[in-house]
């Protein structure tokens, strides 16, 4: 685990002191002596992480942080804050100022390597999701990703793992105002409540009285529903070994008793800010993919995602001798909808259609909509005859209710339908669509309204 590291101090001492002890841990060391400088790196040399001293003379440490934490470009960055002073209210106003972290000179080495590891993991995946939410954005599609997210107060739900009552209890008085918080004691049904629930975060007690905790931790990481979900550990002034241990398994923060009430609220509340960060950018993620291979008219599948799926759907059928149905299913004079009552009615008639034509299929049948007033459904597994009943049952709902307007007006339509099928195993893509065109071409000419298969 390697990464950017930015050092900011005013004191070249200071500075020199964390650059050589990262650089020996093969970090990319950039440095800055001054608020501003640490500004400029941020935005010129984008950094994956940001170690902040807090004591600098015109801006101090806490400005700098509000200002990366205040900023789209780099409220991902994470910032640990480093200072002389060892005193709660100057670590409560780092972390409220957005900071990650906080360390207090001098530094103990096996903190600082374990905790900079921690993070840039975080920064890494962050930047992951990032970009692909940036390529979707470029590709001309919606980014309903707002990165001034990770600022807001947000209440999360939080699932604490601890055995002791009178630690829970101490816990539950600072948290449970400001989060939905869940007390389990044992730490089997702790791993189930978290697979099944919508967590935040997962507070985890390192002294378990009959239980590792860091097996815990481990089953947590190793199981899809959990392995994104922040870890925090409450560890005792003793468990520095175990508590590195933890970090490299995937711990994201860690408090160390007796806790202080603000220092907890502080680092809840910044896990939580991250899950939701990195959650938004998956939906965004996800919702990228979803226009990418969608109508964004109808809501079924596009002709790009259809030709894919015909591939695969023909190939399984060849190499398991299986049949294979393709309808093309058009609408009859749908341009005179729109030249006589707009494209909104258009658009309309469509949504429609395609809703008829998904209620008509199996779920294992796939519609697509073709271009303009065309549509495609891929039926696997059927026989040309089967795909006539399907088309029929298609043809005769559509005919058999009018269309709704958008003006409160009904509109009369009927669609034509083509079948072709897979009949040799020298048949392509091509060939079989080739068929269900030529079919839908018979059926617009013979009248319209009606089904035609091509048998060959």
């Known amino acids: 685990m390697t990464g950017r590291v930015l050092v900011v101090d005013d004191i070249p001492a200071n500075v020199k002191l964390l650059e050589a002890r990262l650089t020996a841990e093969y970090f990319d060391v950039m440095t800055a002596l001054s608020g501003e400088e640490a500004l400029a790196a941020c935005l010129q040399k984008a950094p994956d992480i940001v170690l902040l001293d807090v004591m600098m003379p015109g801006m101090d440490g806490f400005e700098v942080c509000r200002r990366l934490k205040a900023d789209s470009r780099t409220v991902h960055v994470p910032v640990i804050m480093v200072t002389a002073l060892d005193q709660i209210a100057d670590r409560i106003k780092g972390l409220e100022a957005g900071a990650d972290d906080f360390l207090t000179k001098p530094v103990n080495d096996t903190a600082l390597i374990t905790r900079v590891k921690s993070l840039i993991r975080l920064k890494m995946l962050t930047d992951e999701l990032r970009m692909r939410s940036n390529v979707g954005r470029d590709m001309g599609l ?8 990770f600022s807001q107060e947000l209440r999360g739900n939080v699932l604490v793992v601890d055995d002791r009552r009178s630690s829970s209890e101490r816990l539950a008085a600072a948290l449970g ?23 935040d975060l997962v507070i985890v007690s390192l002294d378990l009285a009959n239980f590792d905790a ?15 979900l922040p870890i925090l550990l409450l560890v005792g002034e003793d468990d520095r070994v175990r508590l590195a241990r933890g970090l490299d398994m995937g711990v994201n923060d860690y408090l160390q008793r007796p806790v202080e009430r603000q220092e907890l609220c502080a680092r809840v509340k910044t896990q939580i800010r ?69 494209h909104d009615a258009g658009d309309a008639v469509l949504k429609e259609l395609a809703e008829r034509m998904r209620g008509s299929v199996r779920g294992v049948d796939l519609v697509c909509r073709y271009g303009g007033e065309e549509f495609v459904v891929i039926l696997p597994d059927t026989e040309l005859d089967t795909a006539g009943i399907v088309a029929e049952r298609i043809r005769s709902r559509v005919a058999a209710e009018p269309f709704l307007l958008p003006d409160g007006r009904t509109l009369e339509r009927t669609v034509s339908v083509g079948i072709g099928a897979l009949q040799a195993p020298t048949d392509t893509v ?21 089904v035609v298969a091509k048998a060959a």
């Open 430 to 450: 091509e060939t079989i669509l080739k068929r269900a065109d030529a079919a839908l071409y018979t059926a617009k000419s013979s009248g319209r309204n009606r």
């Open 142 to 149: 919606e980014d309903a990703f707002d990165p001034l997210l």
């Open 214 to 228: 860091l097996r815990l931790v481990s089953q947590l990481r190793s199981l899809d529903r959990t392995r994104m």
């Open 177 to 199: 105002n400001r989060h939905a918080l869940t007390i389990e004691p044992d730490p089997q049904q702790a791993l189930f409540r978290a697979t099944e629930g919508d967590w």
């Open 274 to 342: 991250r899950k939701r960060y990195a959650d938004s950018l998956r939906d965004c993620v996800q919702q990228t993919m979803e226009m990418a291979i969608t109508d964004g008219l109808t809501g079924l599948y596009n002709r790009r995602f259809m030709q894919t799926h015909l591939d695969q759907t023909l190939e399984q059928a060849l190499r398991l001798e299986r049949s294979l149905a393709v309808l093309i299913c058009d609408m009859d004079h749908f341009k005179s909808v729109n030249d006589t009552y707009g």
